[in-house]
């Protein structure tokens, strides 16, 4: 398992590699937004589109119907009952929260975790930043955590991704924890939105889960995490010498014995179930990106998938 050179620091890229990186970032943007419009059809303001709260038009009363948006006005001068239809708020402001730490700066298949990141961002971006739409970032790395405002625009959104690709995922620890990082990114961000935490989450549940429920309170919030399949099971491949690029620690792994292999798989679906059971407590979404799948359909199934939950809430609330 080997891994890829990571990105210098901003300061030392020079203007053809700079040029590169966006090039780069341009196809992949065109290919995020061809493949998501093949897929999820029709005008998606949002991950989380919703009623909103600027008035629309009046129509009359159809059972069903939610009688706290009768509006008494227009049904006393027209005899009959009317609603007052409201218009999808059409700005949102989407803050992502992207982990570069050294644990991303791992794959076993044609990509790493961060590679799985930085096109999820593409993803998310794409998907928000239509219709006048904000988005923002705060990113960590392992020298350091930069801010990008939220800003609407393309070229905001590719600056964007410039930023989360060129941050360093380099050994040693990251400049902020998990927890930490959500707590600031809750404190910078002022008006109610969509945040999209993007990261492994390697760390502790219990450093990350009391910030990440805090965060939803005000926030509708997204947890993406990033799974290698080699941090799921072992291969039969003899010793391994495995290395914590966190903190240097090493350790040889025999992976020929089955018994190993076996305790090795339990323990990560522990680690795994008591994850998405913490961002599940803190009343937040959870999807999950392979570095051996198609995320593209990953994400559009789980856009889809809430489309279709929200969809029938609604109905259920206008039959009851």
Known sequence: MTRRPV??????????????????????ELDVTRRLDGILHGDHRGLVPGHGSEPGEAREYQPGDDVRRIDWNVSARTNAI??????????????????????????????EKADVVLAAAAGVGVLTSRGGNRIGGLIVGSQGATVVPARQGRAHLLGLLSSISRASSGDGPSSLSLGDAIRRLGGMTRRRGLVVVMSDFLDEPDQWRHQLAALGQRHQVMCIEVVDPRELELPDAGTLTVIDTETGRMRDVDTRSR???????????EQRRSIASAIRGAGAEHLVL???????????RFVMGRRRRMANVSVGARRS
Request: charged share 30%; proline share 3%.
């Open 7 to 28: 990105a210098a620091p901003l300061g030392a890229v020079d203007p053809a590699e700079l040029a590169h990186t966006r090039a780069v970032l341009r196809r992949l």
């Open 259 to 269: 018994k190993v292999r076996e305790r090795y798989k339990a323990a990560a679906s």
């Open 82 to 111: 009317h609603l007052r239809d409201t218009v999808a708020d059409r700005e949102l402001e989407c803050w992502l929260c992207v982990d570069r730490s050294a644990s991303l700066a791992f794959g076993t298949t044609d990509r």
């Open 290 to 300: 392979r570095t051996d799948q198609d995320w593209v359909m990953t994400l559009a």
